[in-house]
């Protein structure tokens, strides 16, 4: 459905991975994890534990595609960066075609007005960002909770 089941981040792959993953373990039964560094072999057999069908990365060490390749029906896609090259996004729609400018805006701690009596940890900032770009990318009427290192729901 195109909406992310959990978003983490971490020191380490493996880390992101976990902290994703526990926000919904059983939504993510039969999706996509994408990460943005090289998969390792120890992260690799914690994504072959849940029945995954694809896993896309920027690049995989040699054990991490051996581990991967035990499973039958995954698809292991390697992307390169790509960057933001096309300034628009289109949509098909009925009668011809939506053309808009892309959201290419990343909201940081500056852009952000604190208006309660109680201003904000540098933690719950931090949560807010996350959940503020995750929800960013989620289709229709989102939600995103979350704390400074993944998503709770």
């Known amino acids: 459905?195109?909406?992310?089941?959990?978003?983490?981040?971490?020191?380490?792959?493996?880390?992101?991975?976990?902290?994703?993953?526990?926000?919904?373990?059983?939504?993510?039964?039969?999706?996509?994890?994408?990460?943005?560094?090289?998969?390792?072999?120890?992260?690799?057999?914690?994504i072959n534990e849940v029945f995954t069908e694809v896993v896309v990365a920027p690049d995989f060490e040699a054990d991490a595609l051996e581990i991967f390749q035990t499973k039958k029906n995954l698809r292991v896609l390697r992307v390169a960066e790509t960057g933001n090259r096309a300034n628009y996004t289109y949509k098909q729609i009925s009668g011809g075609m939506l053309v808009q400018e892309k959201d290419l805006y990343r909201v940081s701690e500056s852009d952000l007005q604190f208006v309660t009596e109680r201003k904000p940890t540098a933690d719950e900032v931090k949560s807010m960002l996350l959940a503020w770009k995750v929800?960013?990318?989620?289709k229709s009427n989102?939600?995103?909770?979350?704390?400074?290192?993944?998503?709770?729901?």
């Open 1 to 46: 459905h195109t909406n992310p089941s959990g978003v983490g981040t971490g020191a380490t792959n493996l880390e992101a991975y976990q902290r994703a993953l526990s926000t919904d373990p059983v939504s993510a039964f039969g999706g996509i994890v994408a990460l943005n560094q090289k998969v390792d072999a120890e992260t690799a057999k914690a």
């Open 142 to 153: 989102a939600i995103v909770f979350a704390n400074e290192n993944q998503t709770l729901g």
């Open 135 to 138: 929800c960013k990318h989620v």
